[in-house]
């Protein structure tokens, strides 16, 4: 498992993160929600070695974070950033292939192509493999992003907002997906999102942060409640019940 034990950070005197402390457990979807400003993507940057200041620490299958040589970790935690600038122009193939650097060097193999194949096929890109990501819709370019990161063989997998800037339809579509690779392939994955409906009907773990620090890390149903929802957002929030997944409304 990825245990976080007293993680604090600061960006000079603003302190971002404080006391952060859980275990995420394997072969399940953790989701970091809460305010803007609470620490999700930084507490997902420094469990990724993307940010390395900070005090605390964070141990991965029994070995602390600084300990892992970049080698070895890129083949344990594969991460999509919130936000990803390419400058050379890549077919979705091209792309997904780099997903093999951790294990070729660039050099690609037989085992490479058969996990290229194998994402493309996962993420349902077949038909549209070799068009060039600029000519991609923002769904279709999110998950050949994602076919990149699973082709990267992992057993962790950390996203930063992958719904960001997608529709509903897109965004089910990711979510749905991203269930599926929990349980056909026992991934474990870390995701820091925004809308708490799909938080609560796709997530098996929740952690709520608010001002950087731990509001409640709980298993999904035990959080998405009026009280607690409250207590991160300050915002009535009316739960229901709707084919066994608790549903948030508010307006």
């Not at 993507?41 to 620490?57: A, F, N, Q, V």
């Not at 600084?66 to 080698?71: L, P, V």
């Not at 999110?142 to 990161?149: E, K, L």
């Not at 009316?238 to 608790?246: A, G, L, M, P, S």
Request: glycine content about 6%; charged content about 30%.
């Amino acid at each position: 498992m990825i245990e976080i034990r007293n993680i604090d950070k600061s960006y000079g005197d603003k302190k971002v993160l404080s006391d952060v402390s859980l275990d995420i457990n394997k072969k399940s979807i953790t989701s970091f929600i809460g305010p803007n400003g609470a620490g999700k993507s930084t507490l997902l940057s420094i469990i990724s070695r993307i940010i390395k200041d900070y005090e605390g620490e964070v141990i991965i299958d029994g070995r602390k974070l600084e300990d892992w040589n970049n080698k070895d970790l890129s083949k344990k935690i594969g991460v999509l950033r919130q936000t990803n600038n390419i400058n050379i122009r890549l077919t979705i193939r091209e792309l997904v292939a780099f997903g093999r650097f951790p294990h070729n060097q660039g050099r690609l193999t037989k085992e490479d192509d058969k996990f290229i194949d194998e994402s493309i096929k996962y993420m349902k890109l077949e038909d549209i493999q070799n068009k060039y990501l600029d000519q991609l819709s923002g769904g279709q370019r999110q998950r050949a992003y994602i076919a990149m990161v699973l082709a990267q063989d992992t057993e962790y997998i950390l996203l930063d907002e992958p719904l960001n800037n997608l529709d509903m339809k897109h965004s089910v579509e990711i979510m749905k997906i991203l269930k599926e690779m929990v349980v056909d392939l026992g991934k474990t994955i870390i995701i820091v999102i925004h809308d708490i409906n799909f938080a609560s009907v796709y997530s098996d773990y929740i952690l709520a942060l608010k001002e950087g620090r731990v509001v409640e890390h709980n298993k999904t149903h035990n959080i998405i409640n009026g009280y607690t929802l409250k207590d991160i957002y300050n915002l009535d929030i009316t739960v229901t019940d709707i084919n066994n997944k608790r549903l948030c409304v508010y307006f």
